[in-house]
């Protein structure tokens, strides 16, 4: 098996460390404004991963705009820019081949709160408590 290659689903190393430095670049292009586009001019965008491909050819670009607010307007405007953008990471970044970039909603946040939800609800307060009696009838181990 080659260095390249790792076991199970999780990125390696390479893959991980390449991500952070697009998603430092790509962040940076858009809080100092050099993608021209009055769509992204009117908007805090947040990029909170990067996900590389194995190869390392493909980046997939996490983004939300501040507030959740007019999401697919904003991954057209990224989508109009991807080439340039493109560019601009080959030129900031040391890389054998510039990725292609690749922009998705970040979604992590909606499932936090879900799951917040899930936690806050009666029927899972109500398990706790009764986890907890529990508890305190288990006698205690000595440390």
């Known amino acids: 098996m080659s260095r390249s290659h790792h076991s199970g689903d999780q990125p390696s190393q390479r893959m991980l460390r390449v991500g952070e430095l697009i998603r430092h670049v790509v962040a940076d292009l858009l809080s100092q404004g050099v993608v021209n586009d009055p769509v992204l001019d009117d908007h805090v965008i947040s990029v909170?991963?990067?996900?590389?491909?194995?190869?390392?050819?493909?980046?997939?670009?996490?983004?939300?705009?501040?507030?959740?607010?007019?999401?697919?307007?904003?991954?057209?405007?990224?989508?109009?820019?991807?080439?340039?953008?493109?560019?601009?990471?080959?030129?900031?970044?040391?890389?054998?081949?510039?990725?292609?970039?690749?922009?998705?909603?970040?979604?992590?946040?909606?499932?936090?709160?879900?799951?917040d939800t899930l936690l806050n609800s009666p029927e899972v307060q109500r398990d706790l408590a009764v986890l907890g009696e529990d508890d305190d009838e288990a006698p205690q181990r000595p440390h």
Do not use: W
């Not at 560019?87 to 970040?106: G, I, N, Q, W, Y």
């Open 48 to 115: 909170p991963e990067v996900r590389m491909s194995p190869d390392l050819k493909l980046a997939t670009v996490f983004v939300m705009p501040l507030g959740g607010k007019d999401v697919n307007p904003v991954l057209e405007a990224l989508d109009r820019n991807r080439k340039f953008m493109r560019s601009e990471v080959a030129h900031k970044c040391t890389l054998r081949f510039a990725p292609e970039l690749r922009f998705r909603v970040d979604e992590s946040f909606d499932r936090g709160s879900r799951i």
